[in-house]
């Protein structure tokens, strides 16, 4: 089992995993699995607030929304009698401001050393979010003896507990504060929890399953790819929220207002109209990948698409504008017939990968889908390429490698797909990976024949390029049998 630990402070990561491996056993023992976990680093927006719930609640909201996996956040508020039991929630901004000797000073004006630190672990399992707490009392140090060196305010507290004759601090049990630390109060109670949380987890048992049948029907050339801008994301071109930026910063808006009025196509289509003539230049200069730094070298060895060149599919449809598959096929000299018009269509050989620009290109100014009306416009299913892609469906199964699993791109192709599949009664299917798992939309998907794969890396570019080898060596397993061995 996997729990990712959410935070920019791996220090805290640190500490919680050495807990949790001193606890291997009973984990076991209770979970009936070990238990793994993963520090993802993450900034996460605080609230200003007093109430604990409220701050540690929004905490693990965002962080499940990030990677939408088991994610544990973390928040510690060091309580000071002598500041009237400040700075509780904001102590890392009080600590950073007062520094530990004027905190001491200030205990030593007011005569009161009395404090007491407490942990809050948010868990949240994909369904429900439990929220805990360990507390510790203690007091504050009347001399400093050494803050170099000292995670935060370790040095100036010292823990309430038994045979602390000495009065270390928490600085002073180095490698022993694990044991004795609020975090691990607050730990212990989590860990009663887990086992009733983490039986409502999905298990993603069927990956190597279902990675087998799709490398055996890409080794068969039975499959069509549908390639969108995650893949390009590898290659460091912008994503939709800069490029809106950058276009309402043209159009005289503060970038992060312009976003505020609608989705991209809706201010797509706003500065489309303001624009005018000059929209097709905008649009092409930043989609310029001779711009890009490095650009050549990069691609050469971009494994991403290297392996995706591999698979050898006989047609990709691609709702990106850049040319990025079709540059990486040239430099390799692996020919391929990209398809933007339909004067393109003369000449096609069976032999040859075919790319169909399904939303146009960024070098052809009237030919692209980008704005809303745009999209209406499309949505007749009237297109050439509409056509070509019922007769792909009917041929190919569809594997869907870059986009999100709410892109409405996916689910109207699949929608319209799936329909013409119940009624001629064929058995097609349609694959999608997703870096980002979600247990609902996965289940609707499967009743309607689609299968979703994610794999366990949070991180987007690391886990596509995993997925990607596990179906390039599936692939190559499958050739290896057929040979005898030999390949």
Known sequence: ?????????????????????????????????????????????????????????????????????????????????????????????????????????????????????????????????????????????????????????????????????????????????????????????????????????????????????????????????????????????????????????????????????????????????????DWGEFFETKFDLSKVPNYEENLKINEIYQIISDFDFPVVYTTNYDQILENYLALNNIPFQPIVKMQDMDNISSDVMRIIKFHGDAKDSKGKVLSESEYFERMDFEDFRDILLQADLLQYHVFFLGYSLSDINVKLILYRANNRWKKQGGGKKAFIFSTTPNQIREEIFSKNNITTIHGEKADKKEGTLQFLRDLQQAKRELEKKETGGDI
């Open 1 to 277: 089992m996997k729990i990712f630990f959410v935070s920019k402070n791996r220090h805290k990561y640190e500490e919680l995993k050495n807990i949790i491996s001193k606890r291997k056993k009973v984990i076991y023992e209770s979970l009936g699995s070990d238990l793994e976990l993963i520090f993802h680093e993450l900034k996460i927006r605080e609230l200003q607030t007093d109430s604990f719930e409220k701050l540690v609640r929004e905490k693990v909201l965002m962080a499940f929304k990030e990677l939408q996996r088991p994610v544990l956040v973390e928040h510690t508020a060091l309580y000071i009698n002598a500041f009237n039991r400040l700075p509780g929630l904001q102590t890392k901004h009080f600590y950073e401001k007062l520094d530990a000797q004027g905190i001491i000073d200030y205990c030593i004006y007011k005569n009161d050393f009395k404090a007491e630190a407490i942990t809050w672990l948010g868990f949240c399992d994909g369904k429900n979010i439990e929220i805990v707490e360990g507390r510790l009392k203690g007091r504050i140090v009347e001399k400093l003896k050494s803050a170099k060196d000292v995670f935060d305010w370790d040095c100036i507290f010292i823990p309430n507990i038994k045979n602390n004759n000495n009065e270390k601090t928490f600085a002073e049990f180095e490698n022993k504060k694990d044991e004795i630390s609020m975090r691990k109060i607050a730990w212990e109670t989590l860990e009663n929890k887990l086992l009733q949380m983490c039986s409502n987890l999905e298990r993603n048992a069927d990956y190597q399953r279902t990675v087998d049948e799709l490398a055996k029907l890409i080794k068969k050339r039975k499959v069509m790819l549908f390639l969108g801008a995650g893949i390009s994301a590898s290659m460091e071109l912008p994503d939709w929220g800069k490029l809106l930026g950058e276009l309402g910063k043209e159009l005289g808006y503060d970038e992060d207002i312009f976003k505020t009025y609608g989705d991209y196509m809706v201010l797509a289509e706003y500065a489309k109209k303001r624009k005018n003539n």
